[in-house]
């Protein structure tokens, strides 16, 4: 139940501080080093507690219905999205490793959307197959890292929604750009498929609301420019996407 994966979470955080450490560290960078110490504690252990809730939706998804999957969740700006993007054909979804973003999915494609993504194989073959399926019975097509740009693009020519997270770069030849105060590597992936396929990009993020329902949190929609070349309507479109 909720009530025993809270628990769960909090001991978690209780006994591994250096993982508590490194969370701590991350929300001061984000936030300032201005911010309370109190406030520090309390959003790190929130941060425990609704990535534990996190993993119990994913865990929860073969079991839930259609109704319960779209009930758990405010789908009313990502249908109006979805909506004003369908003239444009395809679109892509980008967003930062934030929230549910594989329940926001599955709810997606409960809407009717059918969403393409990308994944790491795992180490264990068992863990890779795990997610897939779980993946799979969510409606959502995954393919693997490093030779996934044209099948994107052909999904984005079909009229498909293309969900990536790009908060993290995956090559080691992207751009560094000012990231909450740091210069770090971000991927530009999403940016170069939007303007290959000429589609709009949305950022996104599924989280938890005050209600403890989910909701998506929506930026955009953002358009390649055509008047300027591959390589500089990429770099705004990153630059957009980034704030």
């Known amino acids: 139940s ?18 508590r ?13 201005s911010v309370e110490d109190s406030e520090v504690v309390r959003l790190t ?9 996190s993993i119990y939706c994913f865990l929860r998804l073969p079991h839930m219905g259609h109704g319960e999957l779209t009930g758990c969740c405010d789908l009313s700006e ?4 979805a909506e004003r993007l369908g003239d444009h054909g395809g679109f892509v979804l980008a967003g930062p490793h934030v929230g549910v973003w594989e329940v926001g999915g599955a709810c997606l494609s409960a809407m009717g959307l059918k969403i393409h993504t990308v994944a790491f194989e795992h180490p264990s073959r068992m ?10 019975r969510m409606g959502i097509v995954c393919h693997p890292v490093g030779k996934s740009f044209n099948v994107l693009t052909h999904a984005l020519e079909q009229g498909n929604c293309v969900a990536l997270l790009i908060d993290r770069a ?34 996104a993020a599924c989280v938890f609301g005050e209600d403890d329902n989910l909701k998506f949190v929506f930026r955009g929609p953002y358009y390649p420019d055509a008047s300027l070349s591959a390589a500089a309507a990429v770099d705004v479109l990153v630059e957009k996407c980034r704030m």
């Open 2 to 19: 909720q009530a025993i994966t809270k628990t769960i979470a909090v001991n978690f955080c209780r006994l591994r501080p250096r993982l």
């Open 21 to 33: 450490e490194n969370v701590a560290h991350n929300i001061r960078i984000v936030l300032g080093e």
């Open 45 to 53: 252990k929130n941060v425990f507690v609704n990535f534990s809730r």
């Open 78 to 81: 990502a249908r109006d999205m």
């Open 127 to 136: 863990v890779t197959r795990f997610f897939d399926d779980r993946r799979k």
């Open 170 to 203: 995956n090559s080691r030849g992207e751009k560094k750009r000012s990231w909450f105060g740091r210069s770090v590597p971000l991927p530009s992936g999403h940016a170069a498929l939007a303007f290959r396929c000429s589609v709009p990009i949305v950022t």
